[in-house]
């Protein structure tokens, strides 16, 4: 299980951040100022730390620089998103740059994309006690055995997976799964829904919600 830093003085943020990170199979600690996550990062070890730049006492770009003396990746994640301050976070080695307000699916894919990029993805997601995700291998099991799946569906079973319990807009599905523009035809979703739900036993707990799409229960 990958951990995540979140280190941020805003406690509503930090909380739905931490939530929805914990919901998809992360496990996170919570700094509430420069001070707190430097000792933090001292102590334990993280695979990735998500970083405001305006924190009290020791601010985002100094922790940048510790984080990368003990080689762990950074995404600011932070309400400054003039050009020159996205630009100065990159060149500084911050791993991506998202600004508040942000949208919970778009950060976990970011902190998806950063992990495995940075070559700290590999982990094992225990959906349900009989179905597990290795997403370094990108192998699903039930019951122990490997299933075979699509592409899309392997990618379709990992968005329910980051947004456990949470309806999902079909539109919303198509574009994070096909990286296109939903033109409204729902067929391509509902056909991939319907072979993921019979491979892996998931008619009653990958559900429909009447005019918006999906969602997994579990």
Partial sequence: MNRILIAEDEAPIANLVRTALEEAGYSCRWAPDGDAAADLME???????LLDIMLPRVNGYEL???????????IFLTAKGELQDRVKGLRMGAEDYITKPFELMELLARVET???RCGKSGRVISLMPDI?????SRVVKKNGAAVAL????????LLFCQNRNVALYRDRI??????EEYLGDSRTVD???QRLRRKLGLEDRLV?????GYRLEV
Avoid: C, M, N
């Avoid at 597990?132 to 370094?136: G, M, R």
């Fill in 191 to 193: 056909l991939h829904i």
């Fill in 174 to 179: 198509y574009e994070r799964v096909w990286g």
């Fill in 114 to 116: 950063v992990l495995r």
């Fill in 150 to 157: 699509t592409v899309k569906e392997y990618d379709l079973l």
């Fill in 64 to 74: 940048l620089e510790y984080s990368q003396e003990l080689d762990v990746p950074v």
């Fill in 208 to 212: 429909a919600v009447y005019k918006v």
């Fill in 132 to 136: 597990e995700i290795d997403t370094a």
């Fill in 43 to 49: 102590k334990e070890l993280f695979d990735l730390v």
